[in-house]
């Protein structure tokens, strides 16, 4: 029978996440079955899984370290963030509705049979599936109806790991505090605490593992030391395009606005790995720099809204003069329907029904459908004739002259859309730039012939799981898993 452990924070980016895909790569090179799972995830960064749905990014990326095909049992519940107070509800990887946030509060506790499931399901794959919380596992104003940490591990009778982050200070009051505020019947169920991404000395740190271990009364694992490539892997939370603002300064200029909504940004992640590339994430009430090689508009969870975000950060004026000015653009996604005439949205699939016009630089139409496209494809970029690795992830039709001059080629059909002087291009496709060839056509001699992106990520998923085996006793860990109940 199957085992279980399961990782919570005492905040959100604690490194939970990588935590988990740290030790599914170390346990699957131990030759354990291993299985990622988190019950309900927040994020508007999602993959494909192989089974036809659609899971959170850091999922995917731990089913991948785990050496398995991610599938959508290993993320059940999956809230995409429409507006300020709404998400976009997919289960079992499909839409099933769209939801304020007190209403998915007062909900979602209907949810925890499907996700019990879910999990049953995977754990008759697995030798050990490591559980990811989500957010704070203090927050005890939402813990009523929980399916995402203590009422998931209550329900599971699974055992618990708190995580806490010690860069952003504050990690022994986080920690001891935690178990202050919750309910003791949850605090029961946590049998170790973690101490994350720690610098310098650990000896330093020796009377706070004693502090600790004495205040919770639970074994203190770490301090674990930071690791530094972790910005080498995709990332899932919005924060992390935080990071962008350091981006290198290349000789190849990418200016990306960004969108409130911005989706999946983690196409952007490749770019970000050239030496010779800047990627820029253009901030609201900034312009798009004028130097720019090549500005990308990327994907959105809501594209009509965040076309208006757009054109009131006037980056539509900016737009127009880089296009003038000879420079190149490329929409990805809600990015391509926004390059088109109209976007319309007749049955209110992102909102209220109605119709926007568009920026007008593809001679194309959208229009919104509630049947969401979930596949992963292998397409060929029309101009080059490099191949391309990528997924579907999208809701809506375009058609228009342009699309009669394709950006790719899928299966022999064509995709995508390519404006008559060939500066501007869509396409529906996300991860292309994770496809080697494709991305060397599309930078020229700014691209760096040595970057093999993929193969770069497994070598930081074996550098990661190095990385905890030296620096975490893995096997104590392990000892606390325990044998799931029917």
């Known amino acids: 029978m199957a085992k279980s452990l399961m990782f919570m924070g005492t905040g959100s980016d604690v490194g939970k996440s990588l935590l988990v895909a740290g030790l599914c790569r170390a346990l699957a090179n131990r030759g354990l079955r291993v299985a990622p799972f988190k019950p309900q995830n927040m994020s508007n960064n999602a993959a494909v899984t192989t089974d036809g749905g659609e899971i959170g990014r850091a999922q995917a990326l731990q089913a991948r370290a785990a050496r398995r095909d991610p599938i959508t049992a290993m993320n059940p519940v999956l809230l995409k963030p429409e507006q300020e107070t709404g998400s976009q509800v997919v289960v079992r990887g499909q839409r099933r509705a769209s939801m304020s946030a007190r209403a998915y509060w007062q909900e979602r506790g209907k949810l925890m049979p499907e996700v019990l499931a879910a999990f049953h399901d995977l754990a008759a794959t697995a030798d050990i599936v490591l559980v990811e919380g989500a957010g704070s596992a203090s927050e005890v104003n939402l813990r009523a109806n929980d399916i995402a940490n203590f009422g998931f591990a209550q329900a599971g009778n699974i055992p618990v790991v708190l ?33 994350n991404k720690f610098q310098g000395d650990p000896a330093l740190f020796a009377d706070g593992v004693t502090f600790l271990q004495t205040r919770t009364g639970v074994p203190c694992f770490g301090p674990v030391p930071w690791f530094a490539d972790a910005a080498k892997l995709p990332a899932e939370d919005v924060l992390a395009l935080e990071s962008y603002a350091g981006s290198r300064a290349g000789a190849f200029t990418i200016a990306v606005p960004r969108l409130p909504r911005v989706a999946n940004f983690d196409d952007l992640d490749p770019l970000r790995a050239e030496p010779g590339v800047s990627v820029i994430m253009v901030e609201p009430g900034q312009p798009l720099p004028r130097n720019a090689d090549l500005v990308i508009l990327p994907g959105s969870k809501s594209t009509r809204s965040d076309l208006a975000a757009l054109r009131q950060n006037g980056w539509d004026i900016d737009l127009m003069a880089h296009v003038r000015a000879g420079g190149r653009v490329l929409g990805i996604c809600g990015g391509y329907q926004m390059l088109g005439r109209t976007i319309a949205d007749p049955d209110g699939v992102e909102g209220s029904s109605g119709t926007s016009p568009g920026l007008g630089l593809l001679d194309v139409e959208t229009v919104l459908t509630p049947v969401k496209q979930l596949r992963v494809e292998h397409a060929t970029h029309a101009a080059t004739g490099a191949a391309i690795s990528g997924y579907h992830m999208h809701m809506g039709v375009t058609s228009g002259p342009d699309t009669a001059r394709p950006f790719a080629h899928v299966s022999g059909a064509p995709e995508g859309a390519t404006s008559m002087d060939g500066r501007v291009t869509g396409t529906y496709l996300h991860g292309l730039f994770a496809a080697d060839p494709f991305r060397r056509a599309m930078l020229g001699n700014a691209a760096s012939p040595d970057l093999a992106y993929e193969a770069s990520i497994e070598q930081t998923l074996d550098d990661l799981a190095a990385h905890l085996e030296r620096n975490l006793d893995i096997n104590a860990l392990l000892a606390l898993a325990g044998p799931l109940t029917p």
């Open 163 to 195: 995580v806490g982050d010690i860069h952003r200070g504050g990690v022994i009051a986080s920690l001891v505090g935690t178990f202050a505020v919750i309910d003791p019947a949850d605090a029961a169920r946590i049998r170790a605490t973690l101490v």
